[in-house]
């Protein structure tokens, strides 16, 4: 293989080129922040509903199990689209991919250290992290509404730390809204 050196028009056209198809990618891939973003808000409001009408113990373990439903769900969506659309990963993608991984692992890490050393609320730490993976996305993909999403985070972590853990359920869904949705029928609308 023959080294080629390229112009600085070239070279910018290349880049260029390679965020496009990463958006591109993003809009076939979507679905991750849309589907993610109803996941979270409705086991959210359904932990806050449980909660207050005190219709079950232990309202939190609806976390755990949107949690495996969602990662399998994500897991299958993956491997189909991927098998529909030939899907070619870039270099943009693999790094958002692995951040994500980096982040789940973390917000898995967090979670069992909380839970047991602790034994206190989380969600400000799992805002911070969920923001810097939004906001990394965003960044890379030059995509303002991500951005935002992602600042939209760090806001709601500072928030979650002065109100109740219930309280706290009904702001983290003012950030998945800004955050994921948002963002995600954003996307939807600028790529299709």
Known sequence: MKNTELSSEESLALIAK??????????GQRFY???WGWAVLITSLTHYLLA???????????WPVMGVVGFLSTLFYGYKYGK??????THLDRTLKH????????????????????????MAIISVLIGVGTLVSGLHMRFKPLVIG???FF????ALVYVSPLKGLL???VCIIIGYLIPGYMLKKELS
């Open 99 to 122: 951040l994500w991984i980096v982040i789940g692992i973390s917000l898995f890490a967090v979670l069992w250290i909380f839970m047991h050393a602790y034994q206190s609320n989380p």
């Open 171 to 173: 702001i983290y869904d």
């Open 150 to 152: 992602g600042v939209g």
């Open 155 to 158: 806001v709601g972590a500072i």
């Open 84 to 89: 529909k659309t030939g899907y070619v990963e």
């Open 18 to 27: 390679s965020i496009q198809q990463t958006k591109t990618h993003l809009n």
């Open 33 to 35: 922040y849309l589907f």
């Open 52 to 62: 207050i009408n005190k219709t079950v113990a232990a309202p939190y373990f609806v």
